[in-house]
């Protein structure tokens, strides 16, 4: 038998019917429609308006959606992994209702949190498991509805995210496909740059926090720009360098989608044309823990068996890094 290697073998995805453009935010904030497109490369970001519904309807949705296209049902999976910074509820984890809720009973499941990073922190855990050779089927879901934590009246954060979920099944390979190598790296300076004060157990929430708007999404534009920037091009170009890889070698980059030039910024670094690059931030922005999901599902007529994908984010805390995996199956 050879040696097992972790593999996306499905995945899947969800995102709201409400599309909100660029024209509409023109309305709500001083903005317009040229200055987002120049700055961030998004031109619309999909809402999750009906009442009542979090983050784990469209993590079920998106879950629903790669077991149907693997023809497998939910009790096969041994465990569920659910990357969010937006959770339905605090203390209660998002991912055991997931689980319970597609009726994977047979799996137990948990939340993971490091903010754009999610699931890239994600894919190394679920491949930690399937390699350690316990579990067979492990399904990676990154979901957000970052609406629910905006401040609409704020341009410098309500133009850039958007909800949605995507979803990745891991399992075994023995024919040296899937999970090749990692580089992740993180800094607790970044909390000063990228955070929600209140809310948590220094600042717990209040009449006063309400009022004064601490329970929304503060950014630092520029530091956080400044550090992504460096960061993302820096361990994508580690990745390829730990592994041998030159341009030609590359087939696709799988980047973060928080903003377009930061996404030029590291395929710059790395040497790799336009055409290398996968991009969706134009149709849905920044989907924090969903947007690497949202891209394999959105490319995945475009893999062909054998790819090297490189994948790298950055995220609040500050976390980033980059992933090397070769892609295991053709559409």
């Known amino acids: 038998m050879g040696k097992i290697s972790a593999a996306i073998t499905a ?16 309305t709500m904030v001083d903005t317009n429609d040229e200055w987002i497109t120049t700055r961030t490369g998004i031109k619309e970001r999909r809402i999750l308006k009906e009442e009542g519904k979090g983050t784990s ?18 009790t096969d999976i041994d465990l569920i992994i659910v990357g969010t910074a937006t959770p339905d509820l605090q203390v209660a984890a998002t991912a055991a209702y997931v689980a319970s809720e ?16 999610s699931f890239l922190y994600g894919m190394s855990t679920a491949t930690s ?30 133009i850039i995210f958007g909800d949605g979920a995507g979803a990745a099944l891991f399992e075994p390979n023995e024919e040296g496909l899937g999970f ?26 209040s009449e006063e926090t309400v009022k004064n708007k601490q329970h929304y999404v ?44 930061i996404i030029d910024a ?8 336009a055409s290398k690059v996968m991009m969706n931030i ?20 475009q893999l062909k068996k054998g790819d090297n994908l490189v994948f790298a984010a950055f995220g609040g805390g500050f976390t980033w890094g980059s992933i090397f995996l070769k892609w295991a199956y053709n559409s």
Request: proline fraction near 3%.
């Open 266 to 273: 590291t395929a710059n670094r790395m040497g790799l044309d």
């Open 180 to 205: 090749q190598d990692e580089y992740l790296r993180s800094d607790g300076i970044g909390r000063n740059f990228l955070k929600i004060d209140a809310g948590g157990s220094i600042l717990p929430a």
């Open 282 to 301: 134009q149709k849905y922005g920044n989907t924090t823990s969903a947007t690497l999901p949202l891209l394999l599902a959105d490319y995945e007529n």
């Open 129 to 158: 498991y399937v390699e350690s050779g316990r579990y067979k089927k492990v399904l990676l879901i990154g979901a957000d509805k970052m609406s629910s934590i905006l401040d609409y009246t704020d341009r410098t954060t309500c």
């Open 11 to 26: 995945v899947g995805k969800y995102v709201p019917d409400y599309v909100l453009t660029n024209k509409e935010l023109e």
């Open 218 to 261: 503060f950014q630092d534009g520029k530091t956080v720009f400044k550090y992504a920037v460096s960061n993302m091009a820096e361990v994508s170009a580690k990745i390829m360098e730990r592994n041998n890889l030159e341009e030609k070698d590359v087939d696709w980059l799988v980047p973060h989608q928080a903003n377009k030039r």
């Open 102 to 117: 597609i009726g994977a009973t047979n799996a137990f499941a948990f939340d993971l949190e490091a903010a754009c990073s």
């Open 57 to 74: 309807f469209m993590a079920i949705k998106a879950a629903e959606d790669l077991l149907q296209k693997r023809g497998i049902k939910p």
